[in-house]
């Protein structure tokens, strides 16, 4: 009997556990970044990709033989020939049916390939450049976008420390606002001594709502970035240090410039001489003019076409602004790789001070508490004004404030370097 009840106790226990609702994991700064690249925008911009790969695919085609079937039906108001003809192929005094209908029918094939177009070799390499372009561009929208969550995360952290800051000094207050109470109350200490604590409450409590309202920005710009609703932030480790190199936005703006050399070069290779195979096989009928018999002309042909541009204004017109679009993208380039390089140097510069900032804050933050302890004492025994007693109140407050102010301005430079240089911030925090 007992094993009875114990086997359906067993039971029930399992049934109860699969009824409970399962919540899903909580949320990592690894599944808000992998987030980032399942958003449309990023999808849009892979798309940006593909659409340059198949520029790619269309320009090598253009090397490839066309061929094309055609079919027609024509009405002519006079008899009309189904093909050119010799003078000798009818001899009219035996009768023959002459290949002159008012109604022809042709069908066939027609082929054109492209022996010598040299415009179209420069078009191709211009299209690889644009490809290099584009690849490099989706990357550094994905890397821009990974480090914002990362900055906002680290921003939502902050408000959350802070927050929590506020609060300790709230309740530190508070116990000093019930002492004063009593004082006040008993008439050793003025009216005015409490109000001063009160406004200070007041204050305190405007930051926390004004946090609150800080954070819920920061996640609605997390939610938007991700497509995850956030309660808090998520806990940032730097796993390595970002992978110096080639500048992500200089390998881009380079293939910009490969790209307006291979334009120059494509306005330049119009002036070449253009030679295309061209060739048809048609079939053609009707109905001969002067039997009305039905007949029949096959008409073939193959070619080869030499074209050479001898004047055309708007060849060199072309070429002037395919140089001037150059030496645009040229100086673009140059400024550019100042403006990193200087950047670069002072990411590189602003980490071992931001360290030691973090230390100073740390040592900073730990005297303002023993020096708070002791103004406490101090304000007690009455040996220290109201008035000095909050400014070490307030001081604490702003030591945790600078404290937690060097870690966003970490996680800052650390994402603007992953940007620089194009490291996913995937593989940097976890």
């Known amino acids: 009997m007992n094993t009875s009840w114990a086997t359906l106790l067993t039971l029930l226990l399992m049934l109860l556990l699969r009824s409970l609702p399962v919540h899903a994991a909580e949320p990592t700064i690894g599944t808000l970044l992998e987030a980032v690249a399942r958003q449309p925008d990023i999808l849009a911009s892979d798309f940006n990709v593909q659409a340059t790969d198949i520029r790619l695919k269309q320009a090598h085609a253009a090397l490839f033989p066309k061929l094309t079937a055609f079919s027609s039906y024509e009405m002519y108001n006079s008899p009309t020939n189904l093909r050119p003809m010799t003078p000798t192929e009818v001899d009219l005094s035996t009768g023959t049916s002459v290949p002159f209908s ?134 940032l480790t730097q796993v390595r240090p970002v992978v110096e190199g080639d500048f992500l936005r200089q390998v881009q703006q380079r293939a910009e410039v490969a790209a307006a050399e291979k334009e120059l070069q494509g306005a330049r290779d119009r002036h070449y001489p253009v030679l295309t195979l061209e060739g048809a096989v048609s079939s053609n009928r009707g109905e001969a003019y002067n039997t009305g018999s039905s007949i029949d002309r096959d008409y073939d042909y193959l070619g080869v076409k030499l074209s050479l541009p001898i004047f055309d204004r708007g060849l060199s017109t072309a070429i002037d ?96 370097q992953a940007v620089l240089y194009g490291d996913e911030l995937t593989g940097v925090v976890k």
Request: aromatic share 4%; charged share 30%.
């Open 102 to 235: 008012k109604q022809i029918t042709r069908y066939g094939l027609r082929v054109e390939m492209p022996l010598f177009i040299k415009e179209l070799y420069s078009l191709a390499d211009r299209v690889r450049q644009l490809q290099q372009a584009s690849r490099a561009g989706h990357k550094l929208r994905l890397v821009t976008r990974q480090a914002s969550v990362v900055t906002l995360d680290a921003a939502l952290a902050f408000n959350s420390h802070l927050d929590k800051a506020i609060c300790a000094r709230l309740e530190s207050l508070r116990k000093t606002r019930d002492d004063l109470r009593l004082a006040v109350a008993n008439g050793r200490t003025p009216e005015s001594e409490l109000l001063k604590v009160e406004t200070l409450l007041n204050d305190l409590r405007k930051q926390q709502n004004d946090l609150q309202r800080r954070a819920l920005e920061l996640k609605s710009q997390l939610r938007q970035l991700t497509g995850i609703q956030l309660d808090q932030f998520v806990m």
């Open 321 to 416: 602004q395919a140089e001037i679009q150059l030496r645009r993208k040229r100086q673009q380039l140059a400024q550019l790789s100042l403006d990193l390089t200087a950047e670069a140097a002072s990411l590189r510069a602003q980490l071992p001070v931001i360290a030691r900032s973090n230390l100073l804050a740390r040592t900073t933050l730990d005297n303002n508490r023993r020096l708070l302890d002791i103004a406490r004492v101090a304000f007690r025994n009455g040996r220290m004004t109201t008035e000095e007693y909050l400014r070490f109140e307030t001081r604490v407050l702003d030591a945790e404030a600078a404290l937690h102010r060097t870690h966003v301005d970490r996680w800052q430079v650390i994402s603007r």
